[in-house]
């Protein structure tokens, strides 16, 4: 690996110089390349952690134990953090939930998984994942926590694998600070993740809690809210669901004029559905250009006057690819469709792919 | 070899346009097979090679701290010989023609690799996998033919200068690495057209200045200095390791395109070539290397060139898997498949630069009797 870090300040320590004198010896490689042979989790590695142990939660959803590398710089309840996993040999990276909470002794952190039909990372995370397994992590991140000065009181309004960052904040402490209530839908009374903890804190008074099973009793919908909830309106609220109910939840309260009581987890922001040609955005040259599903985004970029890497135009050199940064392409060879989300660090070979869809160049 | 075009034997005469398209399909379902299964396994295989060579070359680094005594001397200088191997041919070959890329891995990526070579990864990747896999064995397009420097097919002009050719390959292969980055910085092209001030061939010749640098600050002052006492026995250990390596390498790549049985091709012949032919022309121009697992490992899977040059961006652990179907399809359309142990294809390869050192009289090459079929003209 020949990258390098960029040098903070001008000044020269004894540090710089020696780490200068490991990669001298090292060259090619980096010294950090022969550690993470022996110490993948060590102070000043990228990011990584091991997988310690998986514990089903409920028939389809698992709790993944993970030691964080040292580098690890702690969370907040209800941020999530962005796991990179080796799904058939392929780096897949997903945000989940950590459900933990903060500063734990041993520094372990968990994430909640729920096994969604058809998710690479996410069954292969529930069912298939070995401990021991070494993942990438980046550090935690999102908005969607509770401030420093709590709400009286507190609204969380949850389906299925919504529950995971909210049960991170109760097992902080909230329901001590602030009167709770839960409103959480699941399939079935088995399938509510957390199901026995959260019936204990509400025998125990901590919170009240709202369980729907939409098998049973139907999706819940917002009018209902008044019923269960009387003075819903009035607590500061946090959504955290599929993306049907969060669009239903957000119209209500604008409705209200009461938006800003509300707050959103969108797990799956983006959904790529692939199509046939699209805009192809090259970010850092800012071009945008329209392109057929025939057209290889190499000759699109080209044509719009955009500075692009090329090689064979066959698609055997590798000398033209380029981060797609959002989006989707097919392989012109054999329709194969690739699909990014931002941070993927997908990289793709333009000679050969076409749009399919809107997609971000990082070019 | 002789241009296949002219040969009276023109073993892909007897071929139809569509027996060449055919066969463009039959290779892109082997492909596509491939891809659809490549995964875990394959993943395991790249990272278990990589600690292998890594593991190997710091303990044989370490072995010869103490290289004043004979045996660590060996010891270290055979592993490290070998980690060098590894790293230059299973490793790094590979990993820089994109054979890796779909991990997704940035640590084992074209665009971020680096090698115990040289030659700069884009430099190499330019003139390797841009040039010498798209024009194979094509006459003044694919420099690969000689590397510029020498004669080695009968339609290459003879010159003078070839009379000394098999003393420059016994040179060029004890200091193979520079070779290769004198190939790929155009070295001698561009001082001859007095190109040595344009500013991007200064830019790159300054890129293979520094990795010349360092690699000889590593290997011939940093890591006999650490060896304190044993400063010079280690210095010899590691020159010797590198001649290993520039020997071994040279040696597996000179049978990739050189030994008797390949072709080569016009360069009118590639006018509008299509896929088909561009597969055809990869079968014809490439030669394999027969023998163990260890070996093609240690060739870097080169051992399979002809799977390789029809698929540089598979894995190369699956080109022996494949081998066998590829070899299937050569035996239906009456192609020869070239190939042999690797002691019989070295010595191939060198009879020809000696061979051609001088000149072959014309009559020796037998004209056809029909204006000879283009392979691009898909009319043989």
């Known amino acids: 690996m020949t990258t390098t870090a960029p040098r903070r300040s001008q000044k020269v320590t004894f540090r710089d110089r020696l780490l200068r004198l490991a990669g001298a010896v090292t060259t090619p490689l980096l010294p950090g390349d022969y550690l993470d042979l022996v110490a993948p989790l060590r102070a000043g590695a990228p990011l990584r952690g091991r997988i310690l142990a998986v514990r089903p939660e409920t028939r389809d959803a698992a709790t993944v134990v993970i030691q964080p590398g040292r580098g690890w710089q702690g969370h907040l309840p209800g941020q999530y953090v962005r796991l990179g996993v080796d799904v058939d040999g392929v780096r897949q990276w997903r945000a989940y939930s950590v459900t933990s909470v903060p500063g734990a002794a041993d520094g372990r952190i968990t994430v909640t998984v729920k096994a969604i039909p058809d998710g690479k990372v996410s069954n292969h995370l529930v069912r298939r994942v070995r401990p021991g397994t070494i993942v990438q992590l980046d550090q935690a991140q999102g908005d969607f926590v509770v401030p420093e000065a709590t709400p009286g009181r507190v609204l969380f309004l949850t389906a299925g694998s919504g529950i995971t960052p909210v049960m991170g904040m109760l097992r902080a402490g909230l329901p001590d600070r602030a009167d709770v209530v839960v409103v959480h839908s699941a399939p079935a009374r088995d399938d509510v993740i957390f199901g026995a903890e959260l019936r204990a804190l509400a025998e125990a008074g901590a919170l009240r809690l709202v369980e729907r099973h939409t098998d049973t009793d139907g999706l819940l919908g917002v009018d209902e809210l008044a019923g269960l909830v009387p003075d819903h309106l009035d607590r500061q609220t946090w959504a955290c669901g599929p993306i049907g109910m969060l669009d239903a939840v957000e119209g209500y309260w604008e409705s209200h004029g009461l938006a800003d009581r509300l707050h959103t987890e969108r797990f799956r922001p983006t959904v790529i559905s692939p199509g046939e040609g699209g805009t192809v955005t090259f970010t850092g040259a800012g071009v945008t250009v329209e392109a057929d599903g025939a057209t290889p985004i190499l000759d699109a970029g080209e044509q719009a006057g955009v500075l692009m890497p090329s090689g064979c135009r066959m698609g055997i050199c590798f000398g033209c690819v380029v981060p797609l940064r959002e989006g989707a392409v097919r392989d012109l060879r054999n329709g194969d469709v690739t699909t990014a989300v931002p941070g993927d660090g997908v990289l793709v070979q333009t000679c050969v792919s076409a749009a399919a869809g809107t997609c971000d160049i990082e070019l | ?380």
């Open chain 2, 1 to 380: 070899m002789t241009v296949i075009q002219k040969k009276a034997d023109n073993q892909i005469a007897h071929l139809s346009a569509e027996d060449i398209e055919i066969i463009g399909k039959e290779l892109d379902a082997i492909r596509d097979r491939v891809i659809a299964d490549r995964g875990e396994r394959d993943a395991r295989y790249i990272r278990k090679v990589i600690k292998t060579q890594r593991t190997l070359e710091i303990s044989s680094r370490a072995v010869l701290l103490f290289s004043l005594f004979p045996p660590a001397w060996i010891v270290g200088t055979a592993g490290l010989a070998v980690a060098k191997i590894l790293d230059n041919m299973e490793i790094g070959h590979n990993v820089l023609h994109g054979q890796w890329d779909w991990m997704r891995d940035p640590k084992i990526h074209s665009t971020t690799w680096d090698w115990d070579h040289v030659s700069p990864p884009d430099q190499w990747k330019h003139s390797h996998n841009e040039l010498h896999h798209r024009y194979t064995n094509v006459l003044g397009k694919d420099n690969d033919l000689g590397y510029g420097i020498m004669r080695v097919d009968e339609d290459q002009p003879w010159h003078p200068m070839h009379l000394g050719q098999p003393f420059y390959n016994l040179v060029n292969a004890c200091f193979f690495e520079y070779g290769i980055a004198a190939y790929d910085l155009e070295l001698g092209d561009n001082l001859k057209n007095g190109r040595h001030k344009d500013p991007a061939f200064r830019a790159r010749a300054k890129a293979v200045g520094r990795k010349i640098r360092r690699q000889v600050l590593k290997d011939y002052v940093l890591h006999p200095l650490l060896s304190g006492p044993s400063f010079l026995s280690t210095l010899a250990a590691t020159f010797t390791a590198n001649l290993i390596r520039n020997l071994w390498s040279h040696s597996v790549i000179m049978c990739g395109h050189f030994p008797n049985g390949v072709e080569t091709f016009e360069k009118t012949s590639i006018e509008g070539e299509t896929r088909g032919e561009w597969y055809l022309r990869q079968m014809l121009g490439s030669a394999n290397i027969s023998g163990s697992r260890l070996l093609h490992i240690m060739t870097g899977n080169l051992s399979y060139q002809i799977e390789h040059h029809l698929f540089p961006d598979l894995p190369s652990n699956r080109y022996q898997e494949i081998a066998p179907q590829v070899r299937a399809l050569f035996d239906r359309y009456g192609l020869k498949y070239t190939t042999g142990p690797l002691p019989k294809q070295v010595a191939s390869a060198w009879w020809k630069v000696i061979r051609l050192s001088l000149p072959n009289r014309r009559s020796d090459r037998r004209q056809p009797v029909a204006p000879a079929p283009l392979v691009s003209s898909g009319t043989a």
